[in-house]
């Protein structure tokens, strides 16, 4: 038997976590799978840009697909304040730098100013701006006027409209 050096109760020996409070038997004796291990300089991937990358700079475009269509729309989102997603505003007259109108925007439940994209420290953003119907990122509904990281490959939805992200190279034509 060995005796937890926390509560003093009796162990059956080998035991490493007390049964009675959870701690350490012996805690100057840490079992060797317990310990971190630590990376090497080659096991970081640091500054290595893969499927699903955050990375947004500025040699990076935006396109987006209008899924179940063989759309795509480049986005613009190097004038300040990023790039508004909508639908066209008859009333206004206002057009928003990504028009999902074409889309059947207004049935499947597109906002006029539904989301805004935005690029902070070679980061691209996603914005809902208070929309009637919410804008998921991956399926999960975002709160409003909070800003989100958008990566390669994600799926933004506005309403019931759905839309997937890819980051080309700006260089590279499409």
């Not at 035991?15 to 096991?43: F, H, K, M």
Request: aromatic share 4%; net charge negative.
């Amino acid at each position: 038997m060995v005796k937890c050096a926390h509560c003093t109760r009796e162990n059956p020996d080998g035991t490493v976590i007390c049964l009675y409070c959870g701690q350490l038997v012996d805690p100057t004796r840490v079992p060797q799978q317990a310990q971190t291990r630590n990376l090497g300089e080659s096991d970081s991937g640091e500054n290595q840009p893969r499927w699903g990358t955050a990375r947004f700079d500025e040699q990076t475009a935006l396109i987006l697909r209008v899924t179940d269509s063989s759309q795509i729309l480049h986005v613009d989102i190097s004038k300040p304040g990023g790039a508004l997603i909508g639908r066209y505003d008859s009333q206004r007259g206002e057009v928003p730098e990504v028009d999902l109108a074409p889309f059947n925007a207004i049935d499947l439940g597109v906002s006029r100013q539904h989301a805004r994209l935005t690029v902070h420290e070679d980061s691209l953003y996603i914005t809902d701006l208070g929309s009637a119907n919410a804008t998921y990122l991956n399926g999960l509904r975002l709160t409003p006027h909070q800003p989100r990281i958008l990566r390669d490959s994600d799926e933004i939805r506005l309403g019931r409209l759905k839309l997937q992200v890819t980051f080309v190279d700006a260089k590279q034509p499409d």
